[in-house]
């Protein structure tokens, strides 16, 4: 299975920082990755698809780039609604084995 | 609108069965390409896929639960149904339903809000 690796696991950052995340795959997906923000206690919300599409109402602070084996998630102006935890998750081995990064929880410093 | 809820017992016993249903709207699982999945979180850890259905009826699962899982869909009822055997309290988490609106967009668009089993003598 594709083993999704994500660093780092956690983070502190201000308000207004410009804050990246990665995400690495144990072997190529070519661009089919995509980015959750999940906040206690809720599911995890979709934010960027096929790697850089952002998805449709969330902010364009968000942005993704990547693929083959390395990807970034990057929030260009951290605001106060954005600590959360992130996953990556890949798609291109579906309907197989669907897999999920372990997580980068973003915390106020 | 779309929208998936779960349901299913909060308390299961170790070496029981869990059953858990998520029931939808505002899509058909008749439509091509539409699939969906199971996905639990233990608590204060990562997500993990579990089980997939597909418009077509054919299904896929953990390759590490795949013995104990088993995905059913009631197209008429608008629900997808998850068995998992022979619970530990290992397999205690807030389980989701989520949703993967066609072939090419393999993602997950709508979850559900989770339902938290907890597995305990």
């Known amino acids: 299975a594709i083993q999704l690796t994500q660093s780092p696991s956690s983070l502190s950052a201000s308000v207004g920082d410009r804050v990246t995340i990665t995400c690495r795959a144990s072997q190529g997906i070519s661009s089919a990755l995509a980015w959750y923000q999940q906040k206690p206690g809720k599911a995890p919300k979709l934010l960027i698809y096929d790697a850089s599409s952002l998805e449709s109402g969330v902010p364009s602070r968000f942005s993704g780039s990547g693929s083959g084996t390395d990807f970034t998630l990057t929030i260009s102006s951290l605001q106060p609604e954005d600590f959360a935890t992130y996953y990556c998750q890949q798609f291109n081995s579906y309907p197989h084995r669907l897999t999920f990064g372990g997580g980068t929880k973003v915390e106020i410093k | 609108q779309v929208t998936l809820r779960e349901s299913g017992p909060a308390l299961v016993k170790p070496t029981q069965t869990l059953t858990l249903t998520c029931t939808f709207s505002?899509?058909?699982?008749?439509?091509?390409?539409?699939?969906v999945s199971w996905i639990r979180q233990p608590p204060g850890k990562a997500l993990e896929w579990l089980a997939l259905i597909d418009w077509d009826d054919d299904k896929y699962y953990s390759t590490s639960l795949k013995t104990r899982l088993t995905i059913s869909k009631d197209t008429s009822k608008n629900q997808v149904v998850l068995t998992m055997t022979n619970m530990d309290p290992v397999d205690t988490a807030t389980y989701y339903c989520?949703?993967?609106?066609?072939?090419?967009?393999?993602?997950?668009?709508?979850w559900g809000q989770g339902t938290l089993v907890t597995v305990s003598s």
């Open positions: 505002g899509f058909s699982l008749s439509t091509s390409g539409m699939c």
């Open positions: 989520a949703r993967i609106p066609s072939e090419v967009e393999r993602w997950f668009d709508y």
